[in-house]
């Protein structure tokens, strides 16, 4: 078990013996990753801090079923990854698009802070950095997933084989045609 697995495991027993502020250092450690991966999935701003937030209370509320069997972050990814493909299944049947914390229980307030005026976040051009994130939108949904699980979230191929419950092979093959493709139609629009 590797030092940020241990670390994790030390913060949700915290959770688990009653001190539900310790999550906080789940999130802080995952905000950003998560974040993104919703943001390039749902592609609203606002909502996709609401349902980052939802996956976080989904998960601390999840906490007791974690059995250990995988490392913490691989468990998160699948509930995260698999909470976006109901999200866009449910929104592209019923065109539904607020999600909200109907939960009565204040035992917790979790916000994820809206960081949109910092000006690191602008290094990239933003033309160039829609044409890449319409280009990465636009790709079949079993690369787009893949890729970004890969490229923007740094999961390994295993991380990814588990959480999408695909072999091995499988995750490779996906990820070289997906990056083969993504290639190509930026080479199309002249951004390489």
Request: glycine share 4%; proline share 2%.
């Amino acid at each position: 078990m590797s030092n940020s697995d241990s670390d994790d495991i030390k913060v949700i027993d915290k959770v688990l013996a009653g001190d539900i502020n310790a999550f906080a250092e789940i999130i802080e450690k995952y905000k950003d990753k998560t974040f993104n991966y919703v943001y390039s999935q749902i592609n609203d701003y606002d909502e996709a801090l609401d349902i980052t937030q939802e996956i976080f209370i989904m998960t601390m509320e999840a906490l007791r079923s974690f059995r250990r069997e995988s490392k913490f972050s691989t468990w998160f990814y699948s509930i995260m990854v698999n909470y976006c493909k109901n999200y866009r299944k449910k929104s592209s049947r019923y065109n539904v698009v607020p999600i909200n914390n109907t939960r009565g229980d204040g035992d917790y307030d979790l916000q994820i802070a809206d960081e949109r005026e910092n000006p690191e976040r602008e290094v990239i051009t933003k033309d160039s950095l829609r044409i890449i994130k319409e280009e990465i939108n636009g790709l079949p949904e079993d690369y787009r997933e893949i890729l970004l699980l890969r490229d923007i979230q740094g999961l390994s191929y295993n991380e990814i084989a588990e959480i999408l419950d695909i072999s091995l092979p499988n995750v490779k093959v996906r990820i070289h045609r997906g990056r083969e493709f993504l290639k190509n139609r930026l080479l199309e629009r002249g951004l390489l």
